[in-house]
């Protein structure tokens, strides 16, 4: 039996952890990849526990609980969040393959699975499985996993080509370190790379079943947890590093403002300027409504769940369009406050340079990305069918 932490305490372990992850953050960016200590510090706060299964000694955590934990993790570092956030969405993944499968891949203690859901390689039909060869990108966390969840179209002599999600050991897989960027640089989002790799029958999964997050564990058939499309869990997964980028920049902003005037003026004090009121007004309230935005998602996704009722079309393109509405407003106030931050916040060792990068890498994600995600949402109202499979 495993006792599971409620949501407060899981987010006051995850509050204490804030001070070192920052210590970190500047290494982290600087290796390109999260600090090993930072995982194990993770880990023994039961972070990689909260999306697998209770039998396994999981916490099946809801999504607000996701949602809060990144936040505080995010005040810390984005890219130690986002990667934290990127595991949890695979490890939801890996539960809704044949429970002999999830026995192998839990079987680890704090097992970390990474992956992606754009289709990066073929496969073709073989006996007892398929073979795949591709290359995958943006693999957040993988330095640090043991399994990816990869997409690949399963090309055969018969039928439409078809797309297909399966797992992999990381050790089947090479890995292309060619993750050097401006943002969350520090999450090892590095290649992938499968050649004429043989995949067993029992880890493949059509990826329109995935989608619709119809599985094939029998023990997990009736969770609450996996009642959801991936699409809105994705969203709800994710979400929290965003927040808590923004919450964040208006701390490092006031930590800096009472030693701080504005040059070239008689403002001894920037504190005392109006200009920064409204600077500091205008970006609260913004965090405060993309926080809105972040609850109403995991609040939606969590209440169906819990009533197991279906999903309209336009509850599950409104997920898309609260997870795009909260990166619009959390990258604003970042930006808000970056630019009052002045000249002096372009050096290494002030974080908000580091934050703004971050939340601008998170708006650039196309699942994140707000002008697709509110265009899809308003082709939606308009009567319009969804162009993507992706809801």
């Not at 399966?166 to 499968?194: E, F, K, R």
């Not at 908000?352 to 308003?378: F, K």
Request: glycine share 8%.
């Amino acid at each position: 039996m495993t006792t599971v932490p409620a949501r407060d305490q899981l987010v006051r372990r995850a509050s204490d952890l804030v001070p070192a992850l920052q210590k970190r953050a500047s290494w982290a960016e600087e290796n390109r990849r999260i600090h090993d200590e930072s995982i194990e510090a993770l880990a023994e706060a039961g972070i990689f526990k909260m999306r697998v299964p209770a039998r396994y000694g999981g916490y099946e955590s809801d999504t607000r609980t996701l949602v809060d934990v990144a936040t505080e993790l995010a005040r810390a570092d984005g890219s130690t969040a986002w990667t934290a956030s990127v595991y949890w969405i695979p490890t939801w993944m890996t539960g809704l393959f044949p429970d002999e499968v999830q026995d192998a891949v839990f079987s680890t203690p704090d097992v970390r699975v990474c992956g992606t859901l754009s289709p990066g390689g073929m496969a073709v039909p073989a006996n007892g499985g398929v073979v795949v060869n591709g290359k995958w990108g943006f693999i957040s966390g993988a330095p640090h996993s043991h399994w990816q969840e990869i997409i690949a179209i399963l090309a055969g002599p018969e039928g439409e080509p078809a797309p297909i999600m399966a797992l992999v050991p990381m050790s089947d897989l090479t890995v292309v370190d060619d993750w050097y960027t401006s943002g969350l640089s520090g999450s090892g989002s590095v290649t992938t790379i499968a050649q004429d790799l043989f995949i067993p029958q029992e880890r493949v999964l059509p990826l329109g079943a995935v989608l619709e997050a119809q599985g094939a564990s029998t023990l997990n058939a009736d969770s609450p947890m996996y009642r959801p499309p991936l699409l809105p869990v994705a969203s709800a997964s994710s979400v929290g590093t965003a927040i808590g980028l923004a919450k964040a920049a208006k701390d490092t902003f006031l930590e800096r403002l009472p030693n701080r005037k504005i040059t070239y003026t008689s403002y001894e004090q920037q504190a005392a300027a109006p200009l920064t009121h409204h600077q500091v007004a205008d970006a609260s309230l913004k965090i405060d409504e993309a926080q809105f935005h972040a609850h109403r998602l995991a609040s939606t996704v969590d209440t169906k769940a819990a009533e197991g009722t279906p999903w309209k079309l336009e509850e599950r393109v409104l997920a898309r369009a609260d997870l795009g509405a909260a990166c619009r407003l959390a990258k604003d106030a970042v930006d808000i406050l970056n630019a009052a931050s002045g000249g002096s916040s372009i050096y290494r060792d002030v974080p908000i340079q580091r934050i703004a990068r971050d939340i601008q890498a998170i708006n650039l994600h196309a699942l994140m990305n707000p002008n697709t995600n509110a265009e899809l949402y308003g082709r939606i109202l308009c009567g319009q069918e969804p162009n993507t499979l992706y809801i």
